[in-house]
């Protein structure tokens, strides 16, 4: 076998360290942020995203420390690929898959994952039923992801520390591995709620020390809640008529004290069952002069059917009530 | 010696060409991929030219995005077979077409003996021509070291 270096054709490594440029060469950061085309999507995040103040300020932070990196880079200054493993901890519904298909497109501007498509999977794609059927299920959903980012949704379901024979712990061994080994291919980001995530770290040193951020998603307060519902019915071209949006605030401050809230999402499932009433309102009505404002306004009676107002139950606790 | 060339075997596309680096090997698998060809890591110690079916080393690697995956495969079969000879397939399911539209060598065992020219006379004083790979005389898995 020849030896690799002679055969190159002159291809350049990738991010081939430059030479060493005098200490006072100016630098144009602004210029490079603009290159990267990295504001337009911290922008898109600012308004599609409501609230999330403190995940927002840590995109921004790597996003920064990204780009001086790539600058060092440039002039030759010596950089480690930095580690981009993250954990995203929070309730259900705060955001945090939206947010790791956000972080994919950021990393893949910056040039830190070479295809930028997101690979979402959680224990079941990675654990296999029998001996010798983990390792190459977890290789398998390792290769799709390469070039993009890895998201394992409730990542600590992989640990079962009650059962010893359990073969979530060679996937782990696999993964951190490759978390290692491949950090040029792959970025993998653990989501789920923040104490059973803390307890997966306690018991997986070795995973926690290759996660560089850890993200908290915070739970939404009301106003925000209000704010993601106009975006979601913004974006499907409905609206509250005043009455109909004081109602959903009213909605909102009894769903939220209620079990199985899940934020934003339970935000969602809610204006769902709304258009699902206001259609059979429209339906029902007898004159029939219906216009397009019809069709796109949500009325109180929309809203005000539910049953978190009438039992003081969430609608989702029985599937068949949807209509009720 | 006309049937070992240069002592190496030239099957598949760029075997004229010194060996390919993994840039330049990343590089084609990338092409293969943007193709939607799906890639297949295929390994022997009989290369001769008739063996058509070398073992394959997994499963054809489908819903692959990035050549990071293929060549992380590659690399685990020249850790398991360092003196073979392996090869990347790949394959273009389209209908119509559902065969091998690339494939070349990306690793080779470090001698390559070549293959000797053995002629039969039979009837007629006619010969017979076939070709044996020395190193086949070795069983499967000696045969390169
Ligand atoms: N800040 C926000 N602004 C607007 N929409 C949001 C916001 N956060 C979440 N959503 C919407 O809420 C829904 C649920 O969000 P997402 O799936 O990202 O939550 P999650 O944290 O991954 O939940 P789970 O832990 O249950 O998987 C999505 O439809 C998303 O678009
Ligand atoms: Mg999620």
Redesign the interface.
């Known amino acids: 076998m020849t030896e690799a270096s002679e055969n190159n054709i002159g291809i350049p490594a990738r991010d081939a360290v430059a030479k060493p440029a005098p200490d006072d060469t100016p630098v144009d950061l602004e210029a490079a942020f603009r290159d990267s085309q990295v504001q337009e999507v911290l922008d898109k995040l600012d308004r599609e995203l409501v609230g999330l103040k403190p995940v927002k300020t840590r995109i921004r932070e790597i996003a920064a420390l990204l780009l001086v990196d790539r600058l060092r880079r440039q002039l030759g200054l010596t950089t480690d690929t930095p580690t981009l493993h993250m954990s995203f901890t929070g309730n259900p519904g705060t955001g945090k898959t939206t947010v790791a298909l956000r972080m994919a497109e950021i990393l893949h501007r910056l040039g830190y994952v070479r295809q930028g498509h997101l690979v979402a999977v959680t224990r079941d794609d990675l654990v296999g039923q029998y001996i010798g059927h983990t390792a190459p299920k977890t290789k398998e959903v390792l290769k799709r992801a390469m070039g993009g980012v890895l998201f394992i949704d409730e990542a600590y379901y992989l640990y079962r520390p009650e059962n010893e024979r359990d073969y979530g712990q060679e996937s782990i061994e696999i993964l951190l591995q490759v978390m290692e080994n491949n950090r040029d291919d792959l970025v993998v980001i653990l989501a789920g709620y923040k104490d059973k995530m803390d307890r997966f770290f306690l018991s997986n040193p070795g995973m926690r020390s290759r996660i560089a951020h850890h993200l908290d998603f915070p739970d939404y307060a009301a106003e925000e809640l209000m704010g993601i519902a106009s975006l979601m019915l913004e974006q499907v071209q409905y609206r509250f008529s005043p009455q109909a949006e004081a109602a959903f605030q009213d909605y909102i401050r009894r769903r939220m004290r209620m079990p199985h809230f899940a934020n934003a999402r339970s935000i969602r499932n809610a204006l769902d069952r709304a258009r699902l009433r206001q259609a059979n309102r429209l339906f029902a009505r007898a004159d029939g002069h219906l216009t397009k404002r019809d069709l796109m306004l949500l009325e109180p009676d929309d809203i005000v059917a539910s049953r978190v107002f009438r039992e003081g139950v969430p609608d989702e606790q029985r599937p068949d009530s949807a209509m009720e | 010696m006309m049937t070992n060339h240069g002592s190496r075997i030239t099957q598949g596309t760029f075997s004229f060409?010194?060996?390919?680096?993994?840039?330049?090997i990343t590089?084609q698998i990338q092409y293969c991929l943007k193709n939607g060809w799906a890639l297949n890591v295929e390994f022997t110690d009989d290369p001769h030219p008739r063996n058509t079916y070398w073992e394959m080393w997994?499963i054809p690697?489908f819903?692959?995005?990035?050549?990071?995956?293929?060549l992380?495969?590659t690399n685990q079969c020249r850790k398991a077979y360092p003196s073979h000879y392996i090869r990347l397939t790949a394959f273009d399911s389209t209908r119509g077409t559902e065969s091998v539209k690339l494939s070349f060598i990306v690793?080779?065992?470090?001698n390559e003996p070549g293959f000797r020219l053995v002629r039969q006379e039979v009837e007629g004083r006619h010969v017979r021509y076939t070709l044996q790979s020395y190193a086949a005389d070795q069983p499967e898995g000696e045969r390169y070291r």
């Open positions: 060409l010194p060996d390919l680096s993994d840039e330049q590089k997994g690697m819903d692959i995005k990035d050549a990071a995956a293929i992380y495969e690793n080779r065992p470090k």
